[in-house]
């Protein structure tokens, strides 16, 4: 048989993305914590939850920009890799959310923390995006983070991710897309996600993403997590 060392990833389960006052609120986020609290007992041998933690000038936010190109989900923004000044992206404007300090950057009451092993804090670097919990926008593993999540899961033996979180086809996307970069096996708990655009274009977009990238969007009623139930008994 072969190795089988799981761990559970929480994606940004932020007030910010959260009904009723998020800024940046998810549809359904909230309801994701029993499931998502659930997955905490379970014997992952890393349980690892990510957050935004923006400066209050982060290069994405609206007020940033001057108008009229400083609308929130319909401007985008030209960035610059700090790393390659010669690369460069574009990437939505978003309201001003998950702020340093702000209680919309904490982790909704809802939601075990204790049963957290370590928090990864992401989008530290106002001049970059940063969806993914394993590197920003150009792949840079930098103070953009507060650790290299991708080294931690080598140190810790992990052979299988299992993702869970906000927004699936943002956030959750990204970090499953690099976590499978990182040649870890990555699943993503579709009851244990929820979307920003649950449409085509949103989540049915991040589907033929992860099919491309051998990515499983499995049921937490399914035998892929049922094989973490297995080691939890065992």
């Not at 041998?45 to 190109?69: E, G, Q």
């Not at 049963?115 to 926008?137: P, T």
């Not at 096996?185 to 929820?194: S, Y």
Request: glycine share 8%; aromatic share 6%.
């Amino acid at each position: 048989m072969s190795k089988f060392v799981p761990a559970l990833v929480v994606v940004d389960m932020q007030e910010d993305f959260c009904q009723p006052n998020g800024s940046l609120a998810v549809a359904g986020g909230r309801e994701l914590a029993p499931l998502i609290n659930e997955l905490l007992k379970e014997s992952f041998a890393l349980k690892v939850a990510t957050k935004d933690f923006h400066p209050p000038d982060h290069v994405s936010f609206d007020i940033c920009h001057p108008p009229p190109d400083n609308k929130a989900f319909e401007s985008t923004v030209t960035v610059v890799n700090p790393m390659n000044p010669a690369e460069s992206k574009e990437i939505a404007l978003w309201p001003v959310h998950c702020v340093q300090g702000m209680p919309g950057a904490e982790i909704i009451e809802q939601i075990d923390v204790a049963e957290i092993d370590i928090i990864v804090e992401k989008g530290r670097d106002k001049r970059v995006e940063m969806y993914s919990g394993f590197a920003d926008m150009f792949g840079n593993k930098s103070g953009a983070a507060s650790l290299d999540l991708a080294a931690l899961l080598y140190h810790k033996g992990i052979t299988h991710i299992y993702i869970v979180g906000l927004a699936g086809d943002v956030c959750v996307k990204c970090t499953a897309i690099d976590a499978k970069l990182e040649g870890f096996e990555t699943h993503v708990i579709r009851e244990g996600t929820r979307s920003v655009d649950e449409g085509e274009a949103g989540w049915g977009a991040a589907l033929k993403e992860f099919q491309n990238c051998g990515i499983k969007v499995v049921s937490i009623s399914g035998p892929e997590v049922a094989r973490v139930n297995a080691v939890t008994r065992g």
